[in-house]
Nanobody, 120 residues
Framework: QVQLVESGGGLVQAGGSLRLSCAAS????????MGWYRQTPGKQRDLVAT???????IYADSVKGRFTISRDNAKNTVVLQTNSLKPEDTAVYYC??????????????WGQGTQVTVSS
């Protein structure tokens, strides 16, 4: 089992910033990709940003230039720095990790989600 624990969500005014953190623990093996997704009621879960073990990031067009993703491979943590937040960024943000255990089996794990609310 691989557990992901998120922190850092909350309520912020438009234009503000939040720093979301996620830590992986358990039988993590080698984590290839870590990332963040978000979901609003009645809609599908969408990619926000991911980052490879080599540090290559991918961002959704809607957050480019405002959000920055980073990770610490030694600590199995990933951080999403969100700046210039907009009301449309309001959602539950989920941490995600994809990798391969030392036994050879692959895994994909999700965190429990953290609420981000941006007021206008």
């Amino acid at each position: 089992q691989v557990q992901l624990v998120e922190s850092g969500g909350g309520l912020v005014q438009a234009g503000g910033s939040l720093r979301l953190s996620c830590a992986a623990s358990g039988n993590t093996g080698r984590i290839n990709v870590m990332g963040w997704y978000r979901q609003t009621p009645g809609k599908q879960r969408d990619l926000v940003a991911t980052i490879s073990s080599g540090g290559t990031p991918i961002y959704a067009d809607s957050v480019k230039g405002r959000f920055t993703i980073s990770r610490d491979n030694a600590k199995n943590t990933v951080v999403l720095q969100t700046n210039s937040l907009k009301p449309e960024d309001t959602a539950v943000y989920y941490c995600n990790a994809v990798g391969r255990r030392w036994s050879g089996s692959t895994f994909e794990s999700w965190g429990q989600g953290t609420q981000v609310t941006v007021s206008s």
